[in-house]
């Protein structure tokens, strides 16, 4: 063996070069560690989604004819850290000539490969992973000294180099963004299809981490795990969300509902996080399936689906790799509480609030307005350190790598940096949850009441967190009627507002 090819957990990428030719000189190295079991407290459905699919990654991989080595965390000789293992393994090949490294997406995991690379006699080359559509310096490179990017700009000039759903350099049908069409609520009458679910028996594997007592949260049901551990149950729930979900997609990519956790969400984020799915493959099966069903698929559908993949989530990753490590420290409201109790057990009277952190629990999974618009938000209202609130997302979530988690927490969720994710707060009052779902119905509180007994929490603790950052949110265009408002409020009613969102952050953990 002269060379040693380390691939991360959210490396799983089939399609890399790496794996066109065997080369049974070149040793592929996977690592089931403490060091990434620990960093923070997982949901159970995420260690076992990562193992199990790693585990099957190196076995496809050894079956193609690949030499690999791969590191159960109970192995004895398992260093339990990265740059550990890598050298106990350079102790043993006397042959070895290099590493090979897929440069990683977290900035941690950047900069302690970078520090080991440093540090090494044996040369280290860095190769890309092949998976994200445009470079970590994209924001850069593309606009420049700019203070602010707004995703729509970022959006089309990812519509012109992909030249996806553009004809002569223009947008097809005319319009770059169908956004406005795609906010509805789910009406009464409508039944979105049954999630597509795996069934995997992991139960050997949640046994090895019970025995080595790795700390995690959630529940998983060992005998039925639902999520897909390989490329080919990947592509099977891409295909089934093209076929069955992305019809409605758009339309209901906001609604929220107590009887359906997935709705017409994809659920591919952990797929694609992984690099199971590649993004190109994502959007080019959507495309081509929308081509040929555009009576069942209209325009806006698939245009809110493609810019999630080559806006949203690639505009995230340039965020991230433009202002890490400062980005991890910014705090704009200066917030400082700590998380509500029931943000780990769902027990609560709110029945928003209830059920997307039992569905959490459950599945390891909320869709993005459950994350924005319901914890994210009532976090916000709360004035919970940002610190906390990335901990709990980074944690709870299958697909939370710190790449995608932080600036969608810190930035989108928590407007911690100030505005350069977002053009304003994601806050609301109880009104806009009661427009986006039922969860209002079976509450044990009033959405239409601001204060007194059984008053909406949200209504008085948005008005508060007006009251308490007047000075901040009145520069921002976007705020503007809001603060306007709040001034225009008497002084008793301000009061009143005020009283009651005191008495409810400090009883949070009884509403
Ligand atoms: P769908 O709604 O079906 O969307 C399809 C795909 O679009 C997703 O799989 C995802 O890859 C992409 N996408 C959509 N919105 C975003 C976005 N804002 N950022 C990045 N990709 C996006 N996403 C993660 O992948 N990991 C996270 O840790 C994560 N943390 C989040 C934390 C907060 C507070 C918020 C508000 C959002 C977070 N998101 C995160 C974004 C989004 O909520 C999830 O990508 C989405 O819910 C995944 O479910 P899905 O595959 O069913 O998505
Ligand atoms: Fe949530 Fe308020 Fe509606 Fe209850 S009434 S579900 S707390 S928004």
Redesign the pocket.
Known sequence: ISEVALILGDQLNASHSWFKAVNTKRLFVLMEIRQETDYVTHHIQKVIGFFAAMRQFAQALASAGHQVFYFTLDAKRNQQDITGNLTALSTVLPQLEKFSIQQPDEYRLDKQLQDFSAAQSIAVEWFDTEHFLCQRSVLDDWFGQQKQVVMETFYRRMRKSTGYLMRGGKPLGGKWNYDKENRNKLPKEQTPPAPLCFGHDVSELAAMLARQQVKTIGTVDAKNYLWPINRAESRQLLDYFIQYLLPNFGRF?DAMHTDFWALY?????FS??TKMLSPREVVERALSYWQQHQDVIDRAQIEG?IR??IG??EF?RAIYWQRMPTYAEFNFFDNSNTLPDFYWTGATQMACLSHTVKQSLEFAYA??IQ??MVT?NFALLLGVNPTTVDSW?LGI?N???EW??LP??RG??QFADGGILATKPYISSGSYINKMSNYCQSCAYQVDKKVGERACPFNSLYWNFIDQHFNKLKTNPRMALMTKQWEQRSESEKKSLRTQAKFYIENVNKL
Request: charged share 15%; aromatic share 14%; no cysteine.
């Open positions: 990519q969400h994809a659920r591919i984020s694609l996080n689906f999630q993949i949203w989530r995230i869709h993005h994350r924005l994210g997302y979530y697909d939370a790598i995608v988690e969608n927490t989108m969720s």
